[in-house]
């Protein structure tokens, strides 16, 4: 049971490149969010899934897609990558009717 | 929107005291969900306690307790007979009853002296 994994945990972009974040619970869990993390803030909450095949925004949704094809995945993208997505991504799972929710270990993007 | 203030961006203790770290929040719901969670170097988020907003009783977890006071929206974390591991960054949390938002404070840098 490895819980909630995030790949990749490091990653170094260019201004405008893409790429997709993803994020993986083998706990059959139905909820899936995305946050980041700024320094000096707390996490903020990107998108989020109630289900496969759904997704919702969250507070900062902007210059980001998700999507949940497979119940045990939730991917994160960036189509054009800002120097203002510089952040640590934090993926996290909680099943229904239950308030905690299992945070992965981040990943840590930086925006050149 | 609701928002989540911890007002001490550092708190520092001695092994062995007690520390109290605040946390207020903003909403204009009544049903509602509150968290504290503790952030190591490692960078993982594990949960310390949760608080139900129809519950009067103030949560335990062991050395962890809070103080949740709703008419006064404040949600403080207590922790007894602190420990070097304690050390870590604490964020305070709301979770809406009727949707997913989950709004983090800021968060408390907590330093454990020997």
């Known amino acids: 049971n490895a819980g909630v994994t995030q790949t990749p945990k490091f990653r170094v972009l260019k201004t405008g490149q893409s790429m997709t974040l993803l994020c993986a619970q083998d706990?059959?869990?139905?909820?899936m969010y995305w946050y980041r993390q700024d320094p000096g803030m707390g996490l903020r909450l990107i998108h989020y899934?109630?289900?496969?095949?759904?997704?919702a925004k969250g507070e900062v949704p902007d210059g980001y897609n998700v999507s949940r094809l497979k119940k045990q995945n939730f991917l994160l993208g960036l189509e054009s990558a800002a120097p203002s997505q510089t952040s640590v991504y934090f993926c996290?799972?909680?099943?229904?009717?239950?308030?905690?929710?299992?945070f992965g270990p981040g990943t840590r993007l930086t925006v050149l | 929107a609701q928002t989540v203030t911890q007002s001490q961006p550092e708190m520092s203790v001695q092994e062995a005291e007690t520390v109290t770290l605040s946390c207020t929040y903003d909403?204009?719901?009544?049903?509602?969900?509150l968290f504290w969670y503790k952030q190591p170097p490692s960078r993982q988020m594990i949960l310390v306690i949760r608080?139900?907003?129809?519950?009067?009783q103030n949560a335990t977890e062991n050395r962890f307790s809070v103080n949740f006071q709703k008419a006064a929206k404040s949600f403080s974390l207590k922790i007894s007979d602190s420990q070097l591991g304690d050390a870590a960054m604490y964020f305070c949390?709301?979770?809406?009853?009727?949707?997913?938002?989950?709004?983090f404070g800021a968060g408390t840098r907590l330093t454990v002296k020997p």
């Open positions: 608080q139900e907003a129809y519950k009067q």
């Open positions: 909403t204009s719901e009544s049903d509602y969900y």
């Open positions: 996290a799972s909680r099943p229904t009717g239950f308030n905690e929710q299992f």
């Open positions: 899934s109630v289900g496969e095949g759904t997704t």
């Open positions: 949390a709301y979770r809406s009853f009727y949707n997913n938002d989950m709004r």
């Open positions: 706990m059959n869990h139905e909820y």
